[in-house]
């Protein structure tokens, strides 16, 4: 794998992979409410570019839903909703 120096400063005391994509996880998949409002404003304001395909278009703007709703759903079950 290959990581920046500062990155691996904050993971190079994990001996395990699955420990080090854990820590990964904990250092850089942020699923607080400021990372849901700043992903439901970039869905939002997306908007597609002239020249762009439709196609093209779509499938950004499907990944983005599916990044939005992932957010949600982890916030909903943090706070015990689900």
Known sequence: MCVSDLVLLNVSGEAMV????????????????????????KLYNLRMKDGDSVTKH?????????????VCCVLYQIRGIV
């Not at 990964?24 to 404003?41: D, G, I, M, P, R």
């Open 58 to 70: 779509l499938l950004i703007l499907k990944f983005q839903m599916k990044i939005s709703a992932s």
């Open 18 to 41: 699955k420990d080090l994509w854990d820590k990964l996880e904990t250092l850089y998949q942020y699923k607080s409410l400021v990372n849901k409002l700043f992903l439901q404003k």
